[in-house]
């Protein structure tokens, strides 16, 4: 029973525009959610979080919003940029660990 | 310097054999972790330590057996090694258990078993 999904495996969008990546969960008292990135051959790196009494939350050129009703949460990267090719994985941290969904890649077109 | 290290990168090994994979972080973090990232790309976690102490075990068979001699490591060995395990397996780091703090990756160790 996955928890986390991440129903798009890959998503390619040419730089400048906007790319955004999403995420659904099982579980309505999960409070506390994060994006990772991740490049080949790295381990995953934290990217921004937002808390369950958010809705938005901005830093720099990433922004992750949270439907707490519909139990889905987004990343939005704009403008995207080559350089932010990579893994994300969105991950919920409850009862002392992480969970993650399976990672959407992003290609970023020049 | 790198923040969380794990040797060795890569591992190539026979089924059967016993194999150990080890874990460092410089963060003064209290709390580290083991996760297993298979061919589908999910990452799972196995194990959770908090100052030294085993805080999650995720169903993960018996054959793993993490051992944190320190706050600052959790070496993961492995057992009569079989083809499943083979994966990339990720150490982590984080200061407490306070939901709110993100977790510091290592470069992951590529296991292979043949």
């Known amino acids: 029973d996955q928890q986390v999904k991440q129903n798009s495996p890959s998503l390619s969008v040419q730089e400048g525009r906007i790319s955004i990546l999403n995420c659904d969960y099982t579980?309505?008292?999960?409070?506390?959610f994060l994006w990772y990135k991740k490049y080949p051959a790295e381990g995953p790196t934290f990217l921004i979080s937002i808390s369950s009494i958010k809705d938005k939350n901005e830093d720099g050129r990433f922004t992750v919003f949270l439907n707490k009703s519909a139990k889905h949460l987004s990343l939005h990267i704009v403008p995207s940029q080559p350089g932010d090719s990579a893994v994300y994985f969105c991950a919920v941290n409850s009862a002392g660990k992480s969970t993650f969904g399976d990672g959407t890649t992003l290609t970023v077109k020049p | 310097d790198t923040a969380v290290s794990q040797t060795p990168k890569y591992l190539v090994t026979q089924m059967g054999n016993d194999k150990s994979i080890k874990c460092e972080q410089n963060?003064?973090?209290?709390?580290m972790y083991w996760y297993k990232q298979d061919s589908k790309k999910f990452l799972k976690i196995m194990f959770s330590?908090?100052?030294?102490?085993?805080?999650i075990n995720e169903t993960v068979p018996n054959r793993f057996s993490p051992k944190s001699p320190d706050k600052a490591h959790l070496n993961l060995h492995i057992n009569s090694l079989e083809l499943g395990d083979s994966a990339v397996y990720f150490c982590a780091s984080s200061q407490g258990r306070d939901p709110t703090n993100e977790q510091f990756f290592g470069p992951g160790t590529r296991l292979t078993v043949l």
């Open positions: 579980n309505s008292m999960f409070d506390y």
């Open positions: 330590y908090n100052n030294k102490e085993l805080i």
């Open positions: 963060l003064g973090h209290d709390t």
